[in-house]
């Protein structure tokens, strides 16, 4: 199984700054990777497929790159409705296989 | 648009048996599949299995075989997830997904997500 790690745990970032969220793949994922936010009481909802695509709606502050083993998320100038939970996911093998996920919250 | 509504929360015994539902609308149900997902309270996501929304084929993840069934109806456009014999580690929301076509990778990427359902299992 392809294991998914994510740092930091915990980003601290103020209101209109950037915020950079890295994850990494314990094999080569290819680009076969997505990012997902989740808030409070809510199921997830993609944000980026394929490492660098943005999902339908997905406002162009959200990018994604990388491919392989290292990816990163940026997050341009946080609004105050990005405050969320981002978990990155591996679809490269069967089933997929989701990190733990990075808790973005106010500074 | 595309929605999945779920039914709602459930507070089971242990050794009891839950059936969350999954309501699709805004596609056509049989061509997509549908993954079950779930958070345990302060946890990550877990998959749990797969259902095809055209001829309701399924996998599942190796630590719940024996123990879930995935089903859909497709003449109300509903996956449905079964879990037996609860413990209570199987505390948890539950969550159905749409599984993503993109034709790359083997694994499931998902592009909606129902509501999620509480499922309590608790003496």
């Known amino acids: 199984e392809i294991v998914m790690t994510q740092s930091p745990a915990t980003l601290s970032v103020s209101p209109g700054e950037r915020a950079t969220l890295s994850c990494r793949a314990s094999?080569?994922?290819?680009?076969?990777l997505a990012w997902y936010q989740q808030k409070p009481g809510q199921g997830p909802r993609l944000l980026i497929y394929?490492?660098?695509t943005r999902a339908t709606g997905i406002p162009a502050r959200f990018s994604g790159s990388g491919s392989g083993t290292e990816f990163t998320l940026t997050i341009s100038s946080l609004q105050s409705e990005d405050f969320a939970v981002y978990y990155c996911q591996q679809y490269n093998n069967w089933p997929g296989t989701f990190g733990p996920g990075t808790k973005v919250d106010i500074k | 648009q595309v929605q999945l509504v779920q039914s709602g929360g459930e507070v089971k015994k242990p050794g009891a048996s839950v059936k969350v539902s999954c309501k699709a609308s805004g596609y056509t149900f049989t061509t997509y599949g549908i993954s079950w997902v779930r958070q345990a309270p302060g946890q990550g996501l877990e998959w749990m299995g797969w259902v095809s929304g055209y001829n309701g084929n399924t996998n599942y993840a190796e630590k719940l075989q024996g123990r879930v069934t995935m089903t859909t109806d497709t003449s109300t456009s509903t996956a449905y997830m079964e879990l037996r014999s609860l413990r209570s580690d199987d505390t948890a929301v539950y969550y159905c997904?749409?599984?993503?076509?993109?034709?790359?990778?083997?694994?499931?990427?998902?592009?909606?997500w129902g509501q999620g359902t509480l499922v309590t299992v608790s003496s």
């Open positions: 094999q080569s994922v290819s680009t076969n």
């Open positions: 997904a749409r599984v993503a076509s993109l034709g790359a990778g083997t694994g499931y990427c998902y592009d909606s």
């Open positions: 394929g490492a660098s």
